[in-house]
């Protein structure tokens, strides 16, 4: 044959650059389920089975198209285990030493594809909007590489929320509209569900089999495993929840897993979506008066500002990114994090709906499992594979500078200006976690006092000689100032015993 063509599992998208000139009857197309990929960390079980899924289905897609495709199941006796495996397996067989791929979205599988004895060309993956570039040409010579202007530079490049050169509505963003706390009653039923199919059956067969132990409820699984039930997803979530998307943005509620979010990004990521189809139809519903231009605004940003932003600090700070560790944080994960119990409601509800879901939206990644883990002053390696392993959209391209830089603060400061921390009355304004909580949020130390209160003042003084000049938390050191000695003290020495007992296993 002529050349193999590499199709990951985030990649099943018929538009990829390395499909593209491929030539149906010479070249053959490689997809394969292996253990090295399933098992870098500990992914949730509904991850693994809809990655499985959505390739069979993307094979199956292929193969009525008339492409060659050579699949590798895991249960397969010749499965090698690994990609470079794989593609050494198909090379022999078929008689070829030229492969060309799309460039994987972590560092650990390129340098796995670089080192593979074949002749691979590694392609860019242009499902993204900027190319890495651009982006490098976007944050060379600037001193702080702010979301917001690379943001403003993607609507201009896309034309999207643009009437005349200039942003619509006159503003490029509204986020200080999108701050509402959360709302009494929630009138969307969540995401579109979907009933497994055949495939997706026999997926949900083989990975509770092998993938049983793992953190994480297989079952329901109702995720979109391909392009056709993925666009019915994205159309109900326009006409349901986008309109109030903008408004109860960063707000909480224990028992409403997804508000008025939009959860593709998994099928965003996997390929089953692309960024230009998403935005055109979100700006296509502020164009026809169903969603207002706050909502539809602020959530084009996430598309082409923060996603791809995120992917552009990923590439450019490179691979030993993820074990950066600038506030010299080492606290193991504690347990509760896995599913052991906890008497902090946020933490327990959001721990409980990820070991649901594999979903959680992203003021709960970063305000209540984010922010205690950097308070409590959590190794962020350990935060980072938590992250990667739990959710159904993690890949280290997009996690890593969620985690170790917005969240962590691990970086230094290259994606936040300052760190994402919070007492436990930022959760009490955006959530309803803390009525029913063990501990009260008012109480500030002694007796019931929320973790939060008195983690936040143990992070601020840990951290005094590093943030202090930071204007945006000057007001924060002149409150701490303000506190009597005694008091001062009294937190500091609570904070370190709560910390001493989360250490131990106890319950916290
Ligand atoms: P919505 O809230 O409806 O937003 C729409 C879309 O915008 C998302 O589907 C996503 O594609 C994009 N988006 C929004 N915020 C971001 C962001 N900060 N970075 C990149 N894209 C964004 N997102 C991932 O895709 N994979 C991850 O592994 C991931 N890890 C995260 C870890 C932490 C600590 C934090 C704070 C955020 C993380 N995010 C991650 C970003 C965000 O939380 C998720 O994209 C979002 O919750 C997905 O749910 P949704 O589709 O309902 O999003
Ligand atoms: C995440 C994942 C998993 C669980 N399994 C596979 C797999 O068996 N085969 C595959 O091709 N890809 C898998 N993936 C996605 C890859 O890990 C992903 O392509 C890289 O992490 C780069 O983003
Ligand atoms: Fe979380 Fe504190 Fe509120 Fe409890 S009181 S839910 S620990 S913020």
Redesign the pocket.
């Known amino acids: 044959v002529g050349r193999l063509i590499l199709v990951l599992g985030d990649q099943v998208s018929e538009d990829l650059s390395a499909l593209r000139g491929a030539d149906r009857d010479d070249d053959v197309v490689v997809m394969a389920e292996v253990a090295d990929e399933a098992g870098y960390v500990p992914h949730h079980p509904k991850k693994i089975a809809f990655l499985f899924a959505a390739m069979r289905k993307f094979a199956a897609r292929l193969r009525d198209d008339g492409w060659r495709v050579a699949y590798t199941t895991l249960d397969d006796p010749a499965n090698s285990g690994s990609i470079p495996g794989e593609l050494l397996r198909r090379a022999d067989e078929f008689g070829t030493s030229h492969v060309v791929a799309t460039e994987p979205g972590e560092w650990r599988l390129i340098h796995a594809l670089q080192d593979c004895p074949l002749d691979i060309e590694i392609r860019p993956d242009d499902r993204f909007l900027a190319s890495h570039a651009e982006f490098d040409r976007w944050a060379e010579g600037r001193k702080e590489l702010r979301m917001e202007w690379f943001y403003r530079d993607m609507r201009r490049k896309t034309g999207l929320l643009m009437e005349n050169g200039e942003p619509a509505g006159g503003k490029w963003n509204y986020d200080h509209e999108n701050r509402k706390p959360a709302p009494d009653a929630v009138d969307f039923g969540g ?1 579109m569900q979907f009933t497994p199919d055949e495939t997706v059956d026999e997926v949900l067969e083989l990975v509770g089999r092998r993938f049983g132990n793992n953190f994480g409820d297989l079952h329901p699984f109702w995720f979109a495993t391909d392009q056709g039930q993925a666009r019915r997803a994205l159309t109900h ?1 326009i006409k349901h929840a986008l309109p109030k ?1 903008g408004d109860y ?1 960063d707000a909480m509620l224990a028992d409403d897993r ?1 508000l008025y ?6 099928y ?2 996997a390929g089953l979506l692309h960024w230009r189809e ?1 935005c055109d139809a979100a700006e296509a519903a502020w164009r026809a008066g169903d969603a207002p231009l706050n909502a539809v605004e602020g ?1 084009i940003r ?2 082409i500002g ?2 791809e ?2 992917r552009g600090i990923y590439f450019r700070e490179g691979p030993d990114y993820t074990s950066r560790n600038e506030l010299g944080h080492g606290r193991s994960l504690p347990g509760f994090y896995w599913g052991d119990a906890t008497n902090m409601r946020c933490v327990s509800k959001a721990v409980e709906q990820t070991q649901a879901e594999a ?4 003021i709960q ?2 305000m209540v ?2 922010n205690f883990a950097l308070l409590a002053g959590i190794d962020p390696h350990e935060v980072h594979e938590w ?2 392993s739990v ?1 159904a ?3 280290e391209w ?2 890593a ?3 170790i830089g ?2 962590q603060f691990a970086d230094g400061g290259i994606v936040g200006s300052k760190p ?1 921390v919070s007492s436990g009355n930022y959760i009490a304004k955006m959530s309803d976690y803390c009525d029913g909580c063990h501990y009260n949020v008012k109480t500030k130390l002694g007796e019931g006092a929320c973790p939060f209160n008195l983690l936040y003042w143990a992070f601020m003084d840990r951290h005094r000689e590093r943030f202090a000049s930071n204007p945006r938390m000057a007001q924060m050191y002149a409150t701490w100032d303000r506190m009597k000695p005694e008091r001062r003290e009294q937190i500091l020495s609570e904070a370190e015993t709560f910390l001493n007992r989360m250490a131990q296993g106890a319950l916290v």
């Open positions: 995401p979530f998307f943005q997804f979010h939009a959860v593709i990004s998994m965003l990521n998403i959530f996430q598309i923060w996603r932003y995120m979903y959680a939206h992203h990644r970063l499992t984010g992250y990667l959710y959209d993690a890949y997009v996690e500078p969620n985690v917005m969240s994402y």
